[in-house]
């Protein structure tokens, strides 16, 4: 499987880094070894200073399929999750100063959290009016919505499409909202859908 991540995709989290706006979504990749293994703590790796948290809704591909119809995307998932792109911020910062793929800083072991529940999307009202949330240490820290995504989720599908093959087991991280932060040790990160907690790690 495959983690494809979308980036910029809500306005006050582009604002808040002080990036431009896309014309088109922004998408990276990583690899399965970046999934954080479950019920394991998060190791804030020995090569950055300024590791934050980006709570992100996650889509799970449920067939093979390869330059989707914005109409026909919802037949190509039928899971909703939530996770963490955990990003070594400053190794960004001095890769995109230099131009450079952000893979190091974004793509490390354990660098992707996949929550430990899934929800079958028949079960949720309006996938595009989702509230998620992300606490650390009992704090809100992230609140979004899936209706203020620049790209709603069947039209990434289609987006990202055009480019990759999406098979069975692919993983999409749709973007995070603002209010990233860094992590500390002994943190402890909660992510929520509505009221419903779907993952729940600590850091060291």
């Not at 954080?36 to 591909?61: A, M, R, T």
Request: proline fraction near 4%; charged fraction near 30%; glycine fraction near 6%.
């Amino acid at each position: 499987m495959k983690i494809i991540c979308i980036g910029r995709n809500y306005t006050d989290h582009i604002a808040e880094l002080n990036n431009e706006k896309p014309t088109d979504p922004v998408v990276f990749l990583k690899p399965d070894t970046a999934i954080l293994l479950k019920k394991q703590p998060f190791f804030i790796p020995d090569f950055s200073s300024d590791v934050h948290y980006e709570v992100e809704v996650l889509v799970k591909i449920n067939r093979i399929g390869k330059h989707i119809e914005k109409e026909f995307a919802h037949k190509y998932y039928d899971e909703i999750g939530l996770g963490i792109d955990f990003t070594a911020r400053d190794l960004q910062k001095k890769l995109k100063e230099k131009g450079l793929p952000w893979e190091k800083a974004k793509s490390f072991d354990g660098a992707a959290v996949i929550g430990d529940t899934w929800i079958n999307k028949s079960e949720i009202e309006d996938i595009n009016n989702l509230n998620f949330t992300l606490e650390r240490n009992a704090q809100v820290v992230q609140k979004g919505n899936t209706s203020l995504m620049l790209w709603k989720i069947d039209e990434l599908i289609e987006y990202v499409s055009k480019y990759f093959t999406l098979k069975i087991g692919d993983v999409i991280f749709t973007g995070t909202p603002s209010g990233v932060g860094k992590v500390n040790p002994e943190d402890k990160l909660k992510g929520f859908i509505e009221d419903k907690q779907i993952f729940n790690i600590k850091i060291k």
